[in-house]
């Protein structure tokens, strides 16, 4: 149980275009929901916790405008990711808390810009 | 000084062998305390996560806690080549799935 699924997986896109991703809890309710991101050889950075039905929390150095999370329900959050660069080339990951305790990650999304 | 330390490896152990995996940390307020594997390019997997000073076991796996020194362990008894992965140790002093600081990773592989 507490799966979270993510999607994609992996995408390309063309430096300036804006990007979706998905993270669904399919088996609870997911009130809390964090995004990381992860660059080769580095530890999961959290970029932002976002409740539902509220704004998201960013942490210091993460562009709110550039990265645009939307929690409208329990069961599904989503980044946008716009006007991506090459920079924002990552390993993007989400997850959510769990009543018990710790917190169930979605698989990541591979996003290369070109 | 880094918030969580770990060493990243890689870490090659034959397999059967008993793997330790380890982390420091410098912020004495931490109180929850979890591992995580991550097979490479997938999310990481929470693995077992303890609260405050102990030891907690769960299969193969013993997670254990010293406060005192500041330091957190992850023991993998009869280690299996599908143990290969990287191993994150992650740490809060509000909660579970709060302001959770994360350690590196070490990159674990188990040889048959």
């Known amino acids: 149980g507490a799966v979270v699924s993510q999607h994609p997986s992996r995408v390309i896109c063309k430096s300036g275009t804006s990007v979706k991703i998905e993270c669904r809890s399919l088996?609870?309710?997911?009130?809390?929901m964090f995004w990381y991101r992860q660059f080769p050889k580095q530890s999961l950075m959290l970029m932002a916790t976002?409740?539902?039905?509220?704004?998201?929390?960013?942490e210091q150095g993460v562009e709110k405008d550039k990265f645009l999370i939307n929690h409208a329900s329990l069961t599904l959050s989503t980044l946008t990711v716009t006007s991506a660069h090459p920079e924002d080339s990552s390993f993007y990951i989400c997850?959510?808390?769990?009543?018990?305790?710790?917190?169930?990650f979605g698989s990541g999304t591979r996003l290369t810009v070109v | 000084q880094k918030e969580v330390e770990q060493d990243p490896g890689p870490l090659s152990v034959p397999e059967g062998a008993i793997v330790s995996l380890n982390c420091t940390y410098s912020?004495?307020?931490?109180?929850?305390f979890m591992w995580y594997r991550q097979y490479s390019r997938k999310g990481p997997e929470l693995l077992m996560y303890?609260?405050?000073?102990g030891n907690k076991e769960d299969g193969r796996f013993t997670a254990q806690v010293d406060k005192s020194s500041k330091y957190i362990s992850l023991f993998i008894r009869d280690s299996q080549p599908s143990d290969s992965a990287t191993y994150l140790c992650?740490?809060?002093?509000?909660?579970?799935?709060?302001?959770?600081?994360f350690g590196p990773g070490t990159r674990l592989s188990v040889l048959p």
């Open positions: 976002s409740n539902e039905g509220s704004k998201a929390t960013y």
């Open positions: 303890t609260y405050s000073s």
């Open positions: 912020n004495s307020a931490f109180q929850y």
């Open positions: 997850s959510g808390s769990l009543i018990r305790g710790g917190y169930t």
């Open positions: 088996d609870f309710q997911a009130t809390t």
């Open positions: 992650a740490m809060s002093a509000i909660g579970y799935g709060q302001n959770f600081v």
